[in-house]
């Protein structure tokens, strides 16, 4: 499938381009920075790619990038890290990816197909009334924390997936495989992830008995439970994405998706 990719220079971003390639996608990589790309990447997994220099934000060279390299599928990982004081891209970021392929879709006739990264908060509580999320039990100073998240899901749910082949990917945590990881090589196979996927709620969620404390229980239980079982690898991300993308599931079409290290289930 011919991949375009929004952060490629981050450390989930940077994972997926060799997992992509090993499940032989067509990848390219749209970057506002591609000199950072030489500090991340193999020349071999450089060449194996096509690089456009262009803003996350900027929804007519998203189109346009789309367009240019016959793209079928857009991946964004982009916008994850905010520094203090600056504003948090993620939802701009999420609106500029849906506009464009949004415009292809009326320019085509055939929608593509997207991921989109959000986080963990966005998911249903698991036991509690009417779908709450996860993010309406958390105080006012942590749900700004995670509040880009919400903007994103707001702005992805409301296209429709007859125009955009749409899911969220919603992730804690992640961790790369080998803290020493020097450049990232071309991978002599594909690799298969070790996650645990379900749609709406976190899959495998085991609550403690935290969450019975009056008043703060729920967001003292979403800390305990989220810290310490929903961290996940980089590797295991982008090698669920590659597999998602090569065998074209209409699985978690429209859906938000959590995930879960099999490993962190069997320790719970």
Known sequence: ??????GGTGNLGSRCIPAFL???HIVTLYVRNPAKLQLLLSPAVLKKTTIVTGDATDSEGIKKAILAHNIEAVINVAGTQVKPGEEPLLPKIAKAVTDAAVAVRKER???LRAWLVSGLSILEYPGTPNSRLLQD????FFYARVSAHEGTR????????SDLRWSLICVAMMEPANPNQGLLELLDTPSHHNLVLQAKSPPAWKNTWLIW???VGMFLNFLVVVLGQYKTKYEDVADFLSEDLESGSEQ???MRVGMKDKAKIKAS
């Open 137 to 140: 039990y958390l105080p006012g």
């Open 213 to 215: 404390i009056p008043f």
């Open 252 to 254: 978690w079409i429209g």
């Open 1 to 6: 499938m011919r991949v375009l990719l929004l």
């Open 154 to 161: 707001k702005v992805v749910e409301a296209v429709r997936v």
């Open 22 to 24: 090993a499940h032989e």
């Open 109 to 111: 006739g055939i929608p």
